[in-house]
């Protein structure tokens, strides 16, 4: 076998080089002779070059709506125990130009999560516009896991199909309240531009990189029936190069161009971000941070507030402290339109109820959408609808204005996003 080589190579290395130069002579003749039948072809394929056609160049961030009145879709979301909080901060949110989706993840009983889904089809209201549903195949969520990037991302998957042309996303839970009307919360955004972010971030990662980006975290619902806790992986990984990780508050205000980059993924970025934070010890502080930060076209589109009002005990603990009545003032001058956390059935909800929404026995906040005709005495609302573009925003719209100008037109707006 060895000795037969060398004659086999003989055999086959002539006709090889042979046709090698027959080939290249051919091309050779081929380029030369096109090239000069027609010049201007050579220039065309050399500017194809430099611009090469890859598809990510026609897939372009959509437009925002030219509708004059916006329209806010959110998700409502709660775990064993909070469908009540769920149902009475829906109310407090609702407006029939608004999309809402409300979730009760899988730790919840089946009977309560019934108990929503039945309160949703059986409401007058909600079945006449259509505007709420109650994600039915509930998702196990581990706290501080992926599960809830998973879960936020899959409610927002669901409204941008069923949901209509809505102009931003808000993700609360069930222990998050209004402090606004939803009058005034509309008609403050009507004025600003619908491609804006909010969300709180910083790139000053500080203890995280070592508490948060290095450890690496398995989260058992991604895989489990049963609700178990995240565990630590003994390895550790190194800090990303690939991209900047970015880090902040778990509450925002996404606008659509955004979801819809994130949730069809034309770009990599979005999902390979996605896949890293898998494994990243509470992901929703950071995924979303990370992402729109590192991708260009949205990173000036970025305001750096949560909207919410969060009383955190200095240091901050793992869980912010539990609003009550003496924080009532606090809440109002922060201008935020959202507060939390709010404990089941707190007295300060009350307050808030009647000195900041005016809500109606039944729950629902009256609007320019809907009146009592003046009559004090009327509990349930005239379901007969006013023009639902009308808004009657108050004292809270005064409020929210001042906030969001306010952070919009300082002088460090720009110097404020992803830094
Ligand atoms: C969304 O809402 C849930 C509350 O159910 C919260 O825990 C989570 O951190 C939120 N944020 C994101 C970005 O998913
Ligand atoms: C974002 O803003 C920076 C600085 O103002 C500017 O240089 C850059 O071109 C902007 N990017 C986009 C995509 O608008
Ligand atoms: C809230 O309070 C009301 C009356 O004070 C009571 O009927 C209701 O059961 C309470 N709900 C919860 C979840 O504690
Ligand atoms: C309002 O309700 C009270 C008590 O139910 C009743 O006495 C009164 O007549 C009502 N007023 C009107 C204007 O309906
Ligand atoms: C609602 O009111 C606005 C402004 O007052 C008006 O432009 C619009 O046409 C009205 N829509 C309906 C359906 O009446």
């Not at 372009?60 to 004059?68: E, F, H, I, L």
Request: charged share 20%.
């Amino acid at each position: 076998m060895e000795t037969n080589k060398p004659q086999k190579k003989k055999n086959w290395f002539l006709p090889l080089v042979l046709s090698l130069l027959l080939s290249t002579l051919l091309i050779f003749i081929t380029v030369f002779t096109s090239s000069r039948s027609s010049s201007s072809r050579l220039y065309k394929t050399r500017v194809k070059n430099e611009l090469p056609h890859f598809v990510e160049s026609k897939l372009k961030v959509s437009a925002t709506s030219k509708d004059p009145v916006p329209r806010l879709a959110y998700l409502i979301s709660g775990s064993m125990g909070d469908g009540e909080s769920l149902k009475r901060t829906l109310k407090a949110l609702y407006h029939p130009r608004n999309q809402y989706a409300v979730h009760l993840d899988l730790e919840a009983s089946a009977e309560e999560r019934m108990d929503l889904a039945k309160f949703v089809k059986n409401e007058p209201l909600f079945t006449k516009l259509g505007n709420v549903r109650a994600v039915v195949r509930a998702n196990l969520v581990t706290y501080r896991g992926p599960t809830m990037v998973t879960n936020t991302l899959h409610a927002a998957a669901i409204l941008l199909k069923e949901g209509g042309d809505w102009d931003w996303f808000i993700n609360l839970s069930a222990s998050d309240y209004p402090l606004v009307t939803q009058d005034d919360l509309l008609h403050v955004l009507s004025s600003i531009p619908r491609n804006l972010n909010f969300i709180e971030h910083t790139s000053d990662i500080g203890w995280k990189e070592n508490q948060r980006a290095k450890p690496v975290i398995i989260d058992p619902g991604l895989y489990s029936l049963q609700k178990s806790d995240v565990f630590w992986v003994s390895e550790k990984r190194s800090v990303p190069t690939a991209y900047k990780l970015f880090t902040g508050s778990a509450w925002m205000m996404l606008s659509r161009p955004f979801i819809e980059y994130i949730l069809w993924g034309w770009d990599n970025l979005p999902r390979i971000v996605l896949m890293y934070y898998a494994n990243f010890l509470s992901s929703p502080e950071g995924y979303f941070h990370t992402v729109i930060c590192n991708a260009e076209e949205f990173r000036n589109t970025t305001v750096n507030h949560d909207l919410h009002f969060i009383s955190w005990d200095t240091p901050p603990k793992q869980h912010p402290h539990f609003l009550v009545s003496d924080d009532f003032q606090r809440m109002v001058d922060s201008n935020a339109p959202f507060a939390r956390k709010f404990g089941r059935n707190e007295s300060v909800l009350d307050k808030i109820d009647s000195e900041l929404l005016g809500c109606n026995a039944d729950g629902f906040v009256p609007g320019g959408w809907f009146g009592t005709q003046g009559n004090a005495n009327v509990t349930v609302p005239d379901y007969n609808l006013k023009n639902i573009t009308t808004f009657r925003p108050g004292p809270g719209a005064e409020r929210l204005k001042r906030l969001i100008t306010g952070l919009i037109s300082a002088e460090d707006f720009h110097a404020k996003q992803c830094t």
